[in-house]
């Protein structure tokens, strides 16, 4: 049977365990299996176990797919993990973990913890002080900032007290995003405040000095972005568009971003956010255009391919482990 192309090809290749071990071998180790904890090539099938002998000398020899993956440790089989990973980087708008749970027969605990660790894996941030900056000569990058949280009317009375005393949109979460329109790449982080040294420092760490920036008419854009970049801002109370100057690009991805986190996903802890919004981003990188007619079988193809070296446990992902620190 061939690669699957849609999600019911996807659910019929997987459910045989040979095609999952066959399609993540091919993308792990394109040039043959290798040991994760030595790194050497001289390894054993064990076909009665499903999983390979290292020859070398070490402590644990024996390793499986999962092993130094975001899987390890799972006891959820990889024709469930795949198939959750199939519909989270196709769904335009995301998928909740009461779908997953229905869709692979998993409680929805563990379906919301399987979506957090395929949001870890969809994670393309480069390690600090190696990062490819984006723009350059002749490229255009736009710069926005959204507020993410509750909308003031939803919420109780209590809630509206602690919400307007912190200030109210400065109450929520402040998400800034920075868009390349010639490579139409889009990279968002949330930030701890909208002061003009917190935005601007994600620039200067992002942007290659030289390329034009395109802000709105916040004030921490007036002042500083001129010595480094080709800077011209839009006032949104007059215009939206004014020639090229304008960001409207980083507007569709919020409404992208907000559809997702408000129709689907409803409620997200700001302690969990920046996974929700890797989740989108890669979806807004690898969508189809014109220039790269991606499929549903190529994003899930990027997908797999970032599952190695990422890992998140339970205690992790609900802070407890942060708390046994202390």
Avoid at 62 to 80: A, M, N, R, V, W
Avoid at 170 to 191: E, F, H, N, P, Y
Wanted: hydrophobic letters at 35%.
């Amino acid at each position: 049977m061939s690669e699957p192309k849609s999600l019911q090809e996807a659910v019929l290749y997987f459910a045989n365990p040979v095609n999952c071990r066959e399609y993540l071998v091919a993308r792990r180790w394109p040039d043959g299996v290798i040991c994760p904890r030595c790194g050497k090539s001289n390894v054993l099938f064990l076909e009665k176990y499903n999983r390979w002998h290292c020859r070398e000398k070490h402590d644990a020899p024996q390793f499986t797919l999962k092993t130094g993956t975001i899987f390890e440790e799972s006891p959820i089989s990889l024709d469930k993990w795949l198939l959750a990973m199939w519909q989270i980087v196709n769904c335009k708008n995301g998928i909740s973990s009461y779908e997953i749970a229905k869709a692979v027969k998993v409680t929805q605990k563990s379906a919301w913890f399987m979506l957090q660790r395929l949001r870890l894996a969809l994670q393309n941030k480069p390690s600090f002080g190696k990062m490819t900056k984006l723009g350059g000569k002749d490229s255009e990058v736009e710069v926005d900032e959204t507020f993410v949280g509750g909308q003031k009317k939803n919420m109780h009375a209590d809630k509206k007290v602690r919400y307007e005393a912190k200030g109210g949109a400065s109450g929520k979460t402040v998400v800034q995003g920075i868009l390349d329109r010639t490579a139409r790449q889009v990279r968002a982080t949330v930030v701890p405040d909208v002061k003009r040294e917190t935005l601007q420092n994600e620039i200067l760490k992002q942007v290659k000095y030289g390329t034009k920036v395109y802000t709105d008419d916040a004030v921490a854009y007036e002042q500083g972005l001129q010595r480094r970049f080709i800077h011209d801002f839009v006032n949104k109370t007059e215009s939206y568009v004014n020639g090229r100057v304008h960001v409207n690009g980083m507007e569709n991805f919020w409404s992208l971003l907000k559809r997702g986190l408000k129709g689907t996903y409803v409620a997200v802890e700001p302690f969990h956010l920046d996974r929700y919004i890797d989740e989108q981003v890669f979806r807004y990188n690898n969508r189809a255009t014109k220039d790269n007619p991606l499929n549903d079988s190529d994003r899930f193809d990027l997908a797999v391919r970032q599952i190695v070296g990422k890992r998140l446990t339970y205690a992790e992902l609900t802070g407890k482990l942060h708390e046994e620190a202390f």
